[in-house]
């Protein structure tokens, strides 16, 4: 606990200044009555006239509660009353949830990136980074902020960049700034650009930094013995010669609204052959490919011209 419920003067009773926190904060409470499970970055709890200034979080917060009652996490504090919160952060990677598992439950869990839940709490020049999830009320600075007058005058200069936006069950976004979340394919060819036949092939896809990616096949073929791992490992040792085309998608689990699809062409040849082509990425764009290959493959490597592991075109994955 932070602050006096008590205090009615204009002096902070606490404070909290200059911290830098990292690691894991969890709650998990299991009650058959009425409970409370809150779970803090800085602070759990906090009351009137007390202060929060110039601090930072990095790490995951959870709040579990097994039974009736409060489920709040916050980046910064999870349960704030009367309290000032000024020129803090939770930083990239950081995560945020609350979560009661008896559904029959009324819907009181909070989860917000600087605040879970607020009641006259002043927010200014905080950013949040963090990925909010579970809680039925969750935004990208609070999760449920009790507040009287303009929104703005409590919510100066924040900014959040993350998988979901809001403010609780506010309608407002006043005063905030929110930059939603995205995942970007940044492989554009792979290195080997091609596969042999009965050696072992790897080659890895990336991706913009977002924590959590996984990645799949989600059209055409790779080679037989070849797999794509979650992690975007492209690896295993094909069997038969041919040429494949497929469509990979990398994405943040539990937000399909977060992904990015791209196409590529791989060819597995025979032992001792070697492409004739470029292997540069296609210039034409566009999912049908395009030009940039003057040269072919003799008879026994299909005969066709290649540019392999070529990206062929990418769009977002709705």
Not at 173 to 188: H, M, Q
Not at 220 to 226: K, V
């Amino acid at each position: 606990m932070v602050g006096n419920y008590h205090n009615t003067s204009n002096t902070p009773t606490a404070s909290i200044t200059n911290l830098n926190v990292r690691g894991t904060s969890r709650a998990r409470v299991y009650y058959s009555g009425e409970a409370k499970a809150f779970a803090g970055g800085i602070a759990l709890q906090t009351q009137n006239k007390s202060v929060i200034e110039n601090c930072t979080f990095s790490g995951d917060v959870s709040a579990i509660l097994g039974g009736h009652g409060t489920a709040s996490a916050g980046g910064i504090v999870a349960w704030s009353r009367g309290q000032t919160v000024k020129d803090c952060e939770v930083t990239r990677w950081s995560t945020v949830s609350a979560a009661l598992s008896d559904t029959t439950d009324i819907t009181s869990n909070y989860a917000g990136g600087i605040v879970g839940w607020g009641y006259g709490t002043i927010i200014t020049d905080c950013t949040s980074h963090a990925r909010i999830a579970n809680a039925d009320y969750m935004g990208g600075i609070a999760g449920y902020f009790n507040y009287s007058g303009r929104l703005s005058d409590y919510f100066s200069g924040n900014r959040y960049s993350g998988a979901l936006w809001g403010i609780g069950d506010e309608a407002s976004d006043e005063g905030c700034t929110y930059t939603t979340l995205s995942v970007r394919i940044l492989t554009t060819a792979l290195n080997p650009s091609y596969a042999t036949v009965g050696t072992r092939y790897e080659a890895m896809f990336l991706a913009s930094e977002v924590k959590g990616i996984t990645w799949d096949i989600i059209s055409g073929d790779l080679p037989a013995g070849i797999t794509l791992g979650t992690s975007g490992v492209l690896s295993g040792v094909p069997t038969s010669a041919d040429i494949y085309s497929f469509e990979v998608r990398v994405s943040v689990p539990d937000f399909p609204e977060i992904s990015d699809k791209a196409a590529f062409t791989l060819a597995a040849v025979n032992p001792g052959t070697t492409p004739s082509v470029p292997t540069t990425p296609n210039s034409g764009g566009g999912s049908g490919g395009g030009g940039g290959c003057s040269a072919g493959f003799g008879v026994s490597v299909l005969g066709v011209c290649l540019a392999l592991f070529v990206r062929k075109g990418r769009s977002d994955y709705e």
